[in-house]
């Protein structure tokens, strides 16, 4: 094939004595490209080996190369060849210096790169020097060059035209090449690169080949004698190091923040779940003596991540130790949140991501919990402390996380039982020397004002039920059994706190100067001290019903504190109600009574207009009041009629006076149904006397004081004989039998219990002794007092003995 004639060249190149660029001169080598500008590209003229020539050596000049390639020194990279590429080592990749020094199927080791360094520093200071001059000759060369004549190509050159092309030869498969174990330093590059599985996977093949060098079963310690042996001990040992802080690492980023996308983020926790698989199965062949234990770590490693997030996330949270529950429970939320959508995906299934991370969280709140647990807090972050960890961390953290290990129970309590108890006592302990302060403090500041002549309403009540009330409501919210304690606290703070309310208001209506108050003020004042009364018994029965069977004493004692108040105070408004109804009352029962409803009226218009003011009494303490009153009117009302002061003579007068007590006695039952009174049992005394006055039958009069006296247990005899007295009946026979039917039903009624204090009517209406019949014949005065004492003689008043009538002589 003709050969291209090449441009004139410039006399300057017969001094580089280069007679031909295309034919290597004997004894020289070809310059590389790099250093000649008018050398052709080597890979265009290897097709024309025939017309290349050869060094002394015997070596081909097919193939162009530097001294340092020919001679295989190139301690880093392999010239360009068609069957290989730069890249990592592998299947058709070049070998460095050291993969060609060491027979192929021998790993590197980390000692063998103090060579490699050395020579590179070598190497380096050499193609300094060789690049300087190089760049100074082509400067020169370049100066004649001129433009470059078209080169054929290589189907030009190799193929003339109009003949056909040569089918190419039959390729001959390659031998199969060794993979060549990866160094120390690769293995580690891998890592830094976060190819963790791929890492594992050459650290556990180097690991193999230790045990194997060494002649043992297991993984142990690197042995003295051998210092290949050690070495790769050694390096097997640091490359584990690295791999595990890269693999927590990746732990701790990937819950801090997605990083550079989902995608990523779950590849690389992939690779650490895959690492996981692998290290696990080799601890199965390991043996439990030498088992590297990589899943454990990784729960550890989950379980300082999770605490580092959390300390991060409660100091700055503002609002105290309630605030920092809330930054904690936000956090937790959070990064559950991205442990189930993102990162417990991407692990394998068999190693339970979700339970561990679970897991790593609830150890580190538990931690967190217990440390602030130990300080001294004030009450209200005990309470916060308490309530997050019964009731908000089970409601609101693990109920949207995991409920099927809350019901199991895996993760265990966050404090311990001890700790929980202790907390409890010490808000027991505060609440109660707390409130009995805060409740004397109060009581002390109402108490001034008592005396006040202003009228000032009072909020004892109220400021008593809201001191108490703050820690009976957050008590139960955190548990039942601890509400039970709480209230039995209150309960009995509340008791002490009404006994010592039941002293003052005592010493309060005993004190001479309370009189001096207008009677408006002095009114209004035990109105409010009555007023504390409902609220207060409504707390204590709340508090009984929650709290623990042990807390009824302490009811009881607050219950009749109360009464006593309440009682007190009822009657101090009814005496003063009847000091000024007592001139009205005085006129009942006499002549001008019969004619006139004077008295009658004025006793209506006062209850009527006092009522006015006792309308600010609470509805249950009014009630009482009223009835008291109504049943006190009443005995005020009957009390003159009993005593004698009207005697009727005759029938028309017995029918005068009856008439009369049913006019009154509706006037009075229309005037407490105004009042509201419940008490309507005594709507029927009045007209019963009416009747039992009016009859005139004995019969007729037996059957209406049997049901005077079935209504009314508390009349006695005394009671009946003073009626009969009013009406006049002075026949022996007939009172002997009216009074038996009141002395049978008495002797029928003697181991009954007496009535209650509010049902009792006759008991406060003295009656005095019936004096002698004034129808006595005068026969009859000459009679010794013994023969006057006969059964027959009823009407007159039966001789007291001796020991009866000495006592009242003495008195």
């Not at 001290?529 to 009811?555: D, K, Q, Y």
Request: glycine letters at 8%.
């Amino acid at each position: 094939m003709p050969r291209k004639s090449l441009p004139v060249k410039m006399p300057i190149l017969k001094s580089l004595g280069v007679a031909d660029s295309k034919v290597p001169r004997a004894g020289t080598l070809p310059l590389r490209s790099s250093r000649n500008p008018f050398e052709e590209v080597p890979g265009l003229e290897e097709e024309e080996s025939g017309e290349l020539g050869s060094l002394p050596n015997g070596t081909s000049c097919g193939r162009r190369a530097t001294l340092e390639k020919l001679a295989g020194l190139a301690p880093f990279r392999l010239g360009w060849t068609p069957s290989r590429r730069g890249g990592s080592p592998g299947n058709g990749q070049p070998r460095s210096f050291l993969g060609r020094v060491l027979s192929p199927g021998i790993r590197r080791s980390s000692a063998d790169f103090g060579l490699l360094a050395r020579l590179q520093g070598i190497r380096t200071q050499g193609d300094e020097e060789a690049a300087g001059e190089a760049a100074r000759r082509l400067a020169f060369l370049r100066l004649g060059r001129g433009p470059k004549p078209r080169r054929a190509s290589l189907a030009e050159r190799v193929v003339p035209a109009g003949e056909a092309a040569p089918e190419p030869p039959p390729q001959v498969p390659e031998p199969p090449k060794v993979k060549e174990p990866l160094s120390v330093l690769e293995i580690l590059s891998l890592i830094q690169q976060r190819e963790l599985a791929r890492a594992d996977e050459h650290i556990l093949e180097l690991e193999a080949e230790e045990l194997a060098s060494s002649g043992c079963g297991v993984p142990g310690p690197p042995k003295a004698e051998g210092a290949a042996g050690g070495r790769r001990a050694r390096d097997v040992a640091l490359l584990y190091e690295a791999l595990q802080r890269e693999l927590w690492a990746l732990v701790r980023e990937t819950l801090a923040g997605p990083g550079p996308g989902a995608g990523a983020g779950a590849g690389a926790v992939a690779q650490l779940g895959q690492v996981l698989v692998q290290e696990e199965a080799a601890d199965g062949r390991r043996g439990p003596g030498a088992a590297r234990k990589l899943r454990a770590r990784w729960a550890e490693a989950v379980a300082r991540a999770a605490r580092e997030r959390l300390e991060a996330a409660a100091p700055g949270a503002p609002g105290g130790l309630a605030g920092q529950l809330e930054a904690l429970r936000a956090r937790l939320l959070e990064d559950m949140g991205v442990v189930r959508g993102r990162l417990a995906p991407a692990y394998p299934a068999g190693l339970g991501a979700f339970s561990v991370y679970l897991r790593g969280y609830h150890g580190a709140l538990a931690e967190w919990l217990a440390v602030a647990a130990r300080r001294r807090l004030p009450l209200a972050d005990r309470y916060a402390l308490l309530h997050w960890h019964n009731q908000v961390y089970p409601r609101e953290v693990l109920g949207l996380v995991d409920v099927v290990a809350l019901e199991n129970g895996e993760l265990g309590p966050l404090l311990s039982p001890g700790t929980l108890r202790g907390l409890e006592d010490e808000c027991v302990t505060d609440v109660k020397a707390q409130t009995r302060a805060a409740l004397l403090r109060v009581l002390q500041e109402d108490e001034e004002h008592w005396g006040s002549p202003e009228d000032q309403p009072s909020s004892l009540a109220q400021d008593v039920c809201e001191l108490l009330e703050e820690h009976t409501d957050q008590a139960p919210r955190i548990s039942q059994e601890f509400g039970e304690r709480m209230a039995h606290c209150c309960l009995g703070g509340l008791a002490e706190f009404l006994q010592s309310f039941q002293q003052r208001a005592e010493r309060f209506h005993e004190n001479p100067g309370v009189r001096e108050l207008p009677p408006d003020t002095y009114v209004s004042r035990t109105i409010s001290l009555v007023n504390c009364g409902p609220p207060l018994r409504a707390l204590a029965e709340r508090l009984a019903r929650v709290g623990p069977p042990e807390s009824e004493p302490a009811r009881e004692a607050a219950a009749s504190a109360l009464d006593r108040v309440t009682r007190l105070c009822h009657r101090v408004l009814a005496d003063l109600l009847f000091q000024e109804l007592q001139p009205h009352f005085n006129k009942l029962m006499r002549r001008k009574w019969l004619s006139s409803s004077e008295a009658l009226d004025g006793i209506v218009g006062t209850l009527g207009a006092q009522a006015l003011a006792l309308r600010r009494m609470q509805d249950e303490p009014y009630q009482t009041l009223v009835a008291e009153l109504h049943r006190r009117a009443l005995v005020q009302y009957v009390r003159p009629l009993l005593r004698g002061r009207l005697r009727c003579r005759s029938a028309r007068t017995r029918s005068r006076v009856a008439g009369r007590l049913r006019e009154d006695a509706a006037q009075l039952q229309r005037l407490f149904r105004r009042l509201e009174s419940q008490a309507s049992w005594l709507d029927a005394v009045v007209p019963h006397l009416a009747e039992v006055l009016q009859l005139e039958d004995t019969p007729s009069i037996q059957v209406e004081v049997g049901v005077l006296v079935r209504d009314y247990p508390d009349i006695r005899r005394k009671h009946v004989a003073a009626l009969l007295d009013i009406r006049g009946l002075c026949n022996t026979a007939a009172r002997h039998e009216i009074l038996a039917v009141a002395r049978d039903l008495e002797l029928s009624e003697e181991g009954a219990s007496s009535p209650p204090r509010d049902r009792v009517f006759f008991a406060d209406i003295p009656v005095p002794r019936p004096p002698f019949c004034l129808s006595l014949p005068l026969v009859l005065g000459r009679l010794p007092l013994s023969r006057l004492a006969r059964p027959s003689l009823a009407c007159l008043p039966r001789p007291r003995s001796p020991s009866a009538s000495r006592p009242r002589a003495q008195r």
